[in-house]
Nanobody, 123 residues
Framework: QVQLVESGGGLVQAGGSLRLSCAAS????????AGWFRQAPGKEREFVAG????????YYADSVKDRFTISRDNAKNAVYLQMDKLKPEDTAVYYC????????????????WGQGTQVTVSS
């Protein structure tokens, strides 16, 4: 059973940066694709970024392309999301997830989820 724990969220001004971390327990996570999703109040959970198990291929939503960077360190069993040039519309709870196929944008495509970390961007 894989458990995921996110950290690194917080309050930041527009234009600032945050780095989210996702720590996984369970060795199988190293062999799985990973993704970041976010959910703003009153909205559905949406795909933000995805990465293959080896970290060689990365996928991004158009809304975060060129601002966010996903990475992973399989030695540490962790996935990261570097968020730069943050905008107020990036405000949401951010979730880490593990699945079988990288880049899938559907919530149903992922098997494991963390509890989420709040990111708030002030204008």
């Amino acid at each position: 059973q894989v458990q995921l724990v996110e950290s690194g969220g917080g309050l930041v001004q527009a234009g600032g940066s945050l780095r989210l971390s996702c720590a996984a327990s369970g060795s199988t996570f190293r062999s799985q694709a990973a993704g970041w999703f976010r959910q703003a109040p009153g909205k559905e959970r949406e795909f933000v970024a995805g990465i293959t198990w080896g970290g060689t291929r990365k996928y991004y939503a158009d809304s975060v392309k060129d601002r966010f960077t996903i990475s992973r360190d399989n030695a540490k069993n962790a996935v990261y999301l570097q968020m730069d040039k943050l905008k107020p519309e990036d405000t949401a709870v951010y979730y880490c997830a593990g699945g079988q196929v990288a880049g899938r944008s559907g919530v149903e495509d992922y098997d494991y989820w963390g509890q989420g970390t709040q990111v708030t961007v002030s204008s």
